[in-house]
């Protein structure tokens, strides 16, 4: 795999809100849903994939939470999406209200020049 390749990681914005479903489970069931429905799922259908979770529902009506997940490719991301869409977690448990797929610093390896970042101490 080239350098290049191994950069161009797909990083997707999934923005979620939690269904009435969800909120009328206690806290252990959602933890023991996700680990026992969602979970098993992903590692079966896919690898490559990591996953990071926000919680948005103090500042939006409209989304209640963000899940960024990071995939080695954009195949890697189709299995996860797949894997995910025959959970519960997919328009039963949340709704997917949008879906923000990107590559970090896509722009500066097309046109070969430095990414432009903010780094703060």
């Known amino acids: 795999m080239s350098t290049e390749q191994a950069e161009a990681t797909v990083t997707a914005f999934m923005l979620v809100k939690t269904t009435p479903e969800w909120l009328a489970m206690t806290v252990q069931e959602r933890v023991d849903a996700f680990a026992t429905q969602v979970v098993p799922a992903i590692e079966a259908r896919t690898a490559g994939v990591r996953s990071r979770f926000y919680d948005t529902e103090f500042y939006s009506a409209r989304v209640t939470d963000v899940w960024v997940w990071e995939a080695d490719d954009h195949h890697a991301y189709r299995l996860l999406v797949d894997a995910l869409r025959e959970t519960p977690f ?24 430095a990414p432009v970042a903010t780094i703060t101490t």
Do not use: P
């Open 90 to 113: 997919w328009d039963r448990y949340f709704e997917v209200v949008d879906l923000l797929v990107g590559t970090e610093n896509g722009y500066a390896r097309t046109y070969g020049v």
